[in-house]
Nanobody, 126 residues
Framework: QVQLVESGGGLVQAGGSLRLSCAASGRTFSTYAMGWLRQAPGKEREFVAAFRSRAGHTYYADSVKGRFTISRDNAKNTVDLQMNSLKPEDTAVYYC???????????????????WGQGTQVTVSS
């Protein structure tokens, strides 16, 4: 079992920044990848960014590339999402997720993840 707890969400003006953090506990040593996904009202959950635990590889959705950075803090055992140049369309509930089993690419679809956090709200005002 892996437990994930997100923090860092809030309200920010367009152009501002937020840093989300995902604290992981449990069987984190067997995690293949960690990811951030988001869900806006009335929309399906969508991929934002992913991080391969051992190799350090990262992958981003086109909509956030160049603005968001996913990283791991080994000392704190967290996976963070630094979000810069935020836009109103970034408004959503952001979820941290983890995948255990190895696969050929970084997971980008919600069903490819095994464990989920409770989500944290990010609201970007125009």
């Amino acid at each position: 079992q892996v437990q994930l707890v997100e923090s860092g969400g809030g309200l920010v003006q367009a152009g501002g920044s937020l840093r989300l953090s995902c604290a992981a506990s449990g069987r984190t040593f067997s995690t293949y990848a960690m990811g951030w996904l988001r869900q806006a009202p009335g929309k399906e959950r969508e991929f934002v960014a992913a991080f391969r635990s051992r190799a350090g590889h990262t992958y981003y959705a086109d909509s956030v590339k160049g603005r968001f950075t996913i990283s791991r803090d080994n000392a704190k055992n967290t996976v963070d999402l630094q979000m810069n140049s935020l836009k109103p369309e970034d408004t959503a509930v952001y979820y941290c997720a983890s995948r255990i089993a190895t696969m050929a690419y970084l997971p980008i679809r919600p069903h490819e993840y095994d464990y989920w956090g409770q989500g944290t709200q990010v609201t970007v005002s125009s």
